[in-house]
């Protein structure tokens, strides 16, 4: 029997085997594998694929602690006629972005607010043909697939500020303070009035703002902004006068970026990832760059970041170092 047909042989078996035990033990074994190998056991049988899709996994892997950071990237490359997504493996030594199936919809709307799930990747508002627009469109990031919900009843423009609480999308800006919710389980929206103070939710909603990072360890928020021809990372403590100071420490480390792309976890967290294109050298293609930055309260009135890793994803063809590289958006999804 060559090697072919004794691999062919075995195969059948050792399914059958494994799914002759009961459902939550399968499930417990397969929670326990990195996503990394998810790809070539859904190769083994149909039920394998389905059963590594599923949302029955997502639960029993969150429950056993055993989610990782999955982190989306929304760019345009100099070649590109559209923005593409991609998507960064969430670990090993060979990390590398891998694009996503093309936006199946005509318009891809500009400068959305992007939410993530354990799940799924929310855009939310943004600008179609310059207009504010009221659709929402979400990524299933199980399946790579792209759907619609209902429109919400206010269009908004860019960057609005918008969170998940309790399962319900809330979006709030452009039209004062009139917000409106949407609850998946009914599929519909409703609009409130509420108070913002700063740009910042408070109350019982919890804390979300336009393009800014909430870092629960140090009850801090964190963005980016432009300071003397670059961009830098600034923080703030939650108050009344939120004042914004440069994070200091990182001097050098982000190579003085024109621009860059940050996100944090969707729980808060402590670190924040960060990307960046290195700036233009002669003779040198540029390089897209990912960061994990993480932070240390040091005084009342000094946060240092601390780079935990970073690392050079993609490098510029040739035929690219006449354009320009957009960092657009990123999302991160625990599953």
């Avoid at 042989?9 to 929670?31: G, H, K, R, T, Y």
């Avoid at 469109?137 to 500020?161: E, K, N």
């Avoid at 402590?270 to 993480?294: D, F, N, P, Q």
Wanted: aromatic share 8%; with cysteine.
């Amino acid at each position: 029997m060559t090697k072919e047909e004794t691999k062919s042989s075995e195969s059948p078996q050792m399914s059958s085997s494994f799914w002759s035990l009961p459902n939550d033990v399968a499930l417990n074994i397969l929670a326990r594998i990195s996503r990394t190998h998810h790809p070539s056991l859904s190769l083994v049988s149909k039920r394998f694929g389905s059963i590594l899709s599923s949302r029955e996994l997502d639960a029993t892997r969150t429950l056993m602690d055993k989610t990782e950071k999955h982190i989306y990237l929304h760019l345009k490359l100099p070649l590109d006629t559209k923005p593409c997504w991609f998507a960064l493996t969430p670990s090993g030594p060979d990390r590398e972005l891998k694009p996503l199936p093309p936006f199946p919809y005509r318009h891809h709307p500009v400068s959305p607010t992007v939410v993530s799930t354990s799940s799924e990747v929310y855009l939310v508002g943004g600008l179609v043909n310059r207009k504010k627009n009221r659709r929402v469109f979400v990524l299933d990031c199980r399946s790579h697939q792209w759907r619609r919900l209902p429109q919400m009843r206010v269009a908004r423009g860019r960057y609005p500020a918008a969170g998940l609480v309790g399962g319900k999308l809330h979006v709030l800006g452009g039209c004062e303070s009139l917000g409106e919710v949407y609850d998946p389980k009914t599929g519909a929206w409703e609009t409130y009035t509420m108070s913002i103070q700063n740009g910042v939710v408070v109350e019982n909603l919890g804390y979300f703002i336009t393009n800014t990072w909430f870092i629960a360890e140090e009850k801090i928020l964190c963005r980016a902004v432009n300071h003397v021809g670059s961009r830098v990372l600034t923080w703030c403590d939650l108050g009344e006068e939120m004042v914004w100071r440069e994070v200091k420490g990182l001097e050098g480390v982000l190579r003085k970026p024109l621009d860059f792309a940050s996100v944090a976890s969707p729980d808060g967290g402590r670190r924040l990832t960060v990307w960046w294109v290195s700036s233009r050298r002669v003779l040198v293609r540029e390089k897209i760059w990912c960061a994990e930055i993480s932070f240390q309260r040091r005084s009342r009135e000094e946060v240092y970041g601390v780079v935990e890793w970073s690392k050079a994803l993609h490098t510029m063809k040739r035929t690219e170092t006449d354009g320009v590289v957009s960092l657009l958006s990123a999302a991160i999804v625990m599953r």
